[in-house]
């Protein structure tokens, strides 16, 4: 048992609060003869070298631990579909959170789909489960990694104080005249190329970053927020499988060149690299579990060399659509020697295609314009955060229970005097809070408090109803 990661944990309190399906899917479509035995053992294999595929995600006394799974992941040999392997759910609590399904299309026509949840795998993961697939299919010996966790990191101060002076709510954003707020369901797909410029000086990640805010400044936003997934990859999780990335938020306001604006991005990049290990959420604390950490998000990778498979000529579907979109508009980026492909997921219900196929042909058209001349002025759109319902007094409720409540916030929160209806958010609260709330409630009055309760009440006299009415 070892202790998960800050950013495991804020991702695993999310799903539970929401069930939002963090699946990461990709397929392998391979074509030849293919061994059906040979790839089955080779699957096995790069299962039993990553444990924490074969894991699962357990709260004690407030902390997350990475427990190994009752059953390992299984490799299925069988035929089905592959939408009906996305939409199989994933048990937290019992595991795997991975598996493989391998289908014969026809005698010569194989696809191998793998599913894993976000918390145990990232973008970089899909490389290296790759390579460690066609090593061990090619009849290579795979040595087990460690367990790639259980070390508590440490949240700086500066940390703190860049976020802290850095941090801004964006809970809409103006897409095509509109204002829209995310909210999570069944994913729909536009893929478009995009030829990049290329700017001296300025990596094809920040002039990608630059025209996705310049097309938010196009579309009436007075300020861009765009959240990135980043890596926390080092040289000691460089060839592991698991969850080494964090999103964090990128701001810019109107009137800049597309080359100003990458300028400006590429320094905040190198600002917040050094303390890229932090979630904002941990940092700032205040934020609420939240599916979107802003409206808009990216996520950008270079795409490695393809390993071989002996015998066998196979390609990627790299970005299929997981069980869930998040975002407005969640932008997956690969770039590698075939081009510069783009996968925009968006909820139909909150955006339809065909704005999100006018998006796509608005970013081309904002990459293909001088990178030297401000496209267009940007309108200033007036937009507000949804109004949060404050909690009221509570009848009928155990003053008894109102004041142990009470008391475990202000040991939680470090505080000497709190109001019973004070938002657990203003005062600072985050996932960690209330895991710590959750346990010693659990341990001293013998409930458990269900974690949606902290979102949807989250003060001292909405959690002792909760309390009260689960002890009653």
């Known amino acids: 048992m070892v202790l998960a990661s800050q950013a495991q944990h804020g991702m695993w309190i999310t799903e539970v609060m929401h069930g939002t399906g963090y699946h990461m ?45 009752p059953a390992p992941p299984a490799v299925e040999v069988r ?35 793998f599913v894993a949840h976000h918390l145990v795998f990232d973008g970089v993961s899909k490389d290296v489960l790759v390579a460690d697939l066609a090593r061990a299919y090619a ?20 940390a703190v104080d860049y976020w802290k002076e850095h941090w801004r709510e964006s809970p809409t954003v103006v897409i095509a005249g509109r204002p829209v707020a995310p909210r999570s369901g069944s994913p729909e797909t536009v893929d478009v190329a995009l030829d990049l410029p290329d700017l001296a000086g300025l990596s ?13 400044h196009r579309y009436g936003n007075a300020e861009a927020a765009v959240a990135v997934a980043m890596s926390t990859r080092d040289e000691r999780t ?17 009137g800049r060149t597309l080359r100003e604006l990458a300028t400006e991005l590429r320094a905040q990049v190198r600002e917040v690299n050094a303390f890229r290990n932090v979630p904002v959420a941990r940092a700032v604390g205040g934020i609420r579990p939240r599916t979107s950490l802003t409206p808009v998000s990216v996520s950008y990778r270079r795409r490695a060399p393809d390993p071989e498979f002996p015998g066998l000529a196979f390609r990627a579907d790299w970005q299929l659509a997981g069980g869930t979109v998040r975002s407005v508009l969640n932008l997956l980026a690969v770039d590698s020697p075939d081009g510069f492909r783009l996968s925009i997921q968006h909820n139909p219900e909150v ?24 496209p267009h002025a940007a309108v200033a759109v007036a937009t507000e955060a949804p109004a ?35 938002d657990l958010y203003d005062l600072g609260g985050h996932s960690l809070t209330i895991t710590q709330i959750g346990a010693r409630i659990r341990k001293r009055l013998g409930v458990e408090v269900p974690f949606d309760v902290f979102l949807d009440d989250p003060t001292v006299t909405g959690v002792a109803a909760a309390v009260s009415e689960l002890r009653a």
């Open 139 to 158: 009849g290579a010996t795979l040595t087990p990694r460690p367990m790639p966790y259980g070390q508590a990191v440490p949240i700086p101060p500066e």
């Open 238 to 254: 460089r060839d592991d499988i698991g969850m080494f990335a964090t999103e964090l938020p990128f701001y810019s306001a109107p």
């Open 25 to 69: 899917p990709f397929a392998l479509w391979f074509d030849g003869p293919l061994d059906d035995r040979a790839m089955a053992a080779a699957c096995e294999a790069v299962l039993a070298r990553h444990p924490i595929l074969g894991s699962a995600f357990e709260e004690r006394d407030g902390d997350l631990h990475i427990v190994p799974a």
């Open 204 to 216: 094809r990640f920040e002039v990608f970053l630059a025209a996705v805010h310049a097309l938010l």
């Open 388 to 422: 949060v319902a404050q909690a009221g007094a509570r009848d009928g409720v155990d003053p008894e229970v109102v004041e142990q409540v009470r008391q475990i916030w202000m040991e939680v929160l470090r505080l000497d005097e709190l109001g019973l209806e004070e």
């Open 351 to 374: 955006v339809d295609r065909a704005t999100v196929e006018r998006v796509a042909a608005d970013l081309r058209e904002v990459l293909a314009a001088d990178p030297d001349q401000v």
């Open 79 to 113: 035929s089905t579909l592959v939408a009906e392997e996305l939409a199989r759910p994933f048990d937290l609590a019992r595991g795997p959170l991975a598996r493989f399904t391998l289908t014969a299309v026809s005698p010569t026509r194989h696809v191998l789909l």
